[in-house]
């Protein structure tokens, strides 16, 4: 059997992670920025983590949500914790699209309304609901129906008030920093202006922080620098640190009632354990604090290399604007330097998304390699 070849590779095979490093067969070493995609948040194959699963796997990986498992109440009861957020309830899921998926059902059997506020540049899965909400038509397939979502432009507040004095819409969905789109952020201001609004109309407001959530800039979510508290949040990629856990965070103001919800593999035994441990990894070693420091110290080095346009972000979600596309660039830095990043849908953006335990010697490392590209590319163009 063949794989459905749906995505365009990397001709690269890491067989073995450390940290903020990933070696192929041949023991080649890799500075990995790029956090496998987003999801690397305690680093690679961290010895606590790989024992706490392993010792769980050995005892019980799985039972269904038919009987009591008490690592999800520990799960909960850390992350209410951790994050700020004691009061809300947790449903749990397998990945970021059903976190959104389920965020979308609960705001609706919430109001019984069923329009949804997305924005230009928006993305927040692969499923029916998910995709709909996506702005991204090509991933859209004919079933998808999205008549009733409506893309507004970020950091437009008046856009979003005349779309919901007409009463209609049960919920604005909106990523804490847009990744997809090159790092691209909703000002403080307009998260605040979106909250008060979305309380004035009755209407839920959904903060995805799939991506921009769990430490990565610096704050346990990006929209925590805006002081707002969303109706719900929706978690995953640096949750489970690479095994599939999603988390829907949901404001006391929803009741719950059986069967509204439901997932066979969400809040797993296994899963459980291996969120509770990239909890306990990311409280004791300081990790959100290790974002902000590290993504500061990284944006100040950045700020000195010549040739590079904006820097966007915060803490360890960082996009570096250049004044071309850098496919190129990409490239060289993985086959010649040894540095995974990320690319983005704007093809001028370099994408960073390291593991939350980044040093400064490895941004060190980063820059003389990136400025290394940089010049040969230079001396390529003349
Ligand atoms: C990755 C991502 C998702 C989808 O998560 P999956 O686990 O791939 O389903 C949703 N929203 C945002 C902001 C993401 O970055």
Do not use: W
């Not at 194959?45 to 706490?52: I, R």
């Not at 850390?78 to 970021?96: A, E, H, T, V, W």
């Not at 990565?216 to 995953?236: E, M, N």
């Not at 250049?322 to 830095?333: A, C, I, N, W, Y």
Request: proline share 4%; glycine share 10%.
């Amino acid at each position: 059997m063949n794989l459905f070849d749906v995505y365009p590779i990397i001709n690269i095979e890491p067989v073995k992670g450390e940290g903020c490093f990933v070696f192929d067969a041949e023991g080649t070493k890799y500075l990995d920025l790029y956090g496998g995609h987003a999801v690397i948040s305690i680093g690679h194959s961290h010895p606590y983590y790989v024992k706490k699963i392993s010792d769980q796997l050995s005892k019980l990986g799985f039972y269904s949500n038919s009987v009591i498992i008490s690592l999800q109440n520990e799960l909960a009861e850390k992350l209410g914790r951790i994050s700020g957020y004691p009061d809300y309830s947790l449903f749990l899921s397998n990945s970021g699209a059903e976190a959104n998926e389920n965020a979308i059902k609960l705001a609706s059997f919430h109001n019984g309304k069923s329009r949804i506020i997305s924005f230009k540049g928006a993305f927040h899965g692969r499923t029916a609901g998910a995709v709909a909400v996506t702005d991204n038509p090509n991933i859209c397939a004919p079933i998808n129906p999205r008549d009733h979502v409506t893309f507004l432009p970020l950091n437009d507040l008046e856009a979003v008030e005349t779309e919901l004095k007409k009463k209609d819409a049960c919920a604005v969905i909106i990523e804490g920093i847009q990744g997809v789109a090159g790092i691209v952020s909703p000002s403080d201001e307009f998260l605040k202006g979106l909250s008060e609004l979305c309380a004035k109309y009755d209407t839920v407001l959904i903060l995805d922080e799939v991506q921009s959530g769990y430490g990565r800039t610096g704050k346990f979510f990006a929209h925590q620098y805006a002081g707002i508290k969303p109706d719900i949040i929706t978690t995953a990629k640096g949750m489970g640190n690479g095994f599939p856990i999603a988390g829907t965070l949901i404001s006391p103001k929803f009741t719950a009632k059986h069967g509204m919800l439901g997932t066979t593999f969400g809040g797993n035994h296994l899963a459980c354990a291996a969120a509770i441990a990239v909890l306990d990894i990311i409280d004791k070693d300081h990790l959100v604090q290790n974002a902000e420091e590290v993504g500061n110290y990284l944006i100040e080095r950045l700020s000195k290399v010549a040739g590079i346009g904006q820097i966007k972000g915060r803490g360890l979600m960082i996009g570096i604007e250049f004044p071309f596309p850098v496919g190129e660039l990409r490239s060289m830095l993985i086959k010649e330097e040894k540095v995974f990043t990320g690319a983005a849908s704007a093809k001028n953006v370099l994408r960073l998304l390291p593991p939350l335990s980044l040093s400064k010697s490895e941004v060190d490392m980063f820059v003389g390699k990136l400025q290394t590209c940089l010049s040969k590319l230079q001396v390529n163009s003349l």
